[in-house]
Nanobody
């Protein structure tokens, strides 16, 4: 079992930045990949980015250039840097990890962007 704990969300204004964190209970290198998703009220959960075990990152087109993923392998922590936030980015942000066909989710952290 893998536990993921997100943090770093909050209430910000348009144009602000936030950095979200996701701490894994196991070594990042024991996972096949990790990623970030978000879910806005009344909408389906959507993919933001994925990072593979080797560190290669892929982004959803609409956030590429504004959001960036990084990790601290010594602390088993995944980060999501959110820049240039706008009200359309308001959502609960979730960390995700997978090992083979098994997926694990964190509880989410809320990001609210006011205009």
């Amino acid at each position: 079992q893998v536990q993921l704990v997100e943090s770093g969300g909050g209430l910000v204004q348009t144009g602000d930045a936030l950095r979200l964190s996701c701490v894994s209970s196991v070594s990042i290198f024991s996972l096949d990949g990790m990623g970030w998703y978000r879910q806005a009220p009344g909408k389906q959960r959507e993919w933001i980015a994925t990072i593979g075990r080797g560190g290669k990152v892929e982004y959803e087109n609409s956030v590429n250039g504004r959001f960036s993923v990084s990790r601290d392998t010594k602390k088993n922590t995944l980060f999501l840097q959110l820049n240039g936030l706008n009200p359309g980015d308001t959502a609960t942000y979730f960390c995700n990890a997978h090992r083979a066909a098994t997926y694990f989710w964190g509880q989410g952290t809320q990001v609210t962007v006011s205009s």
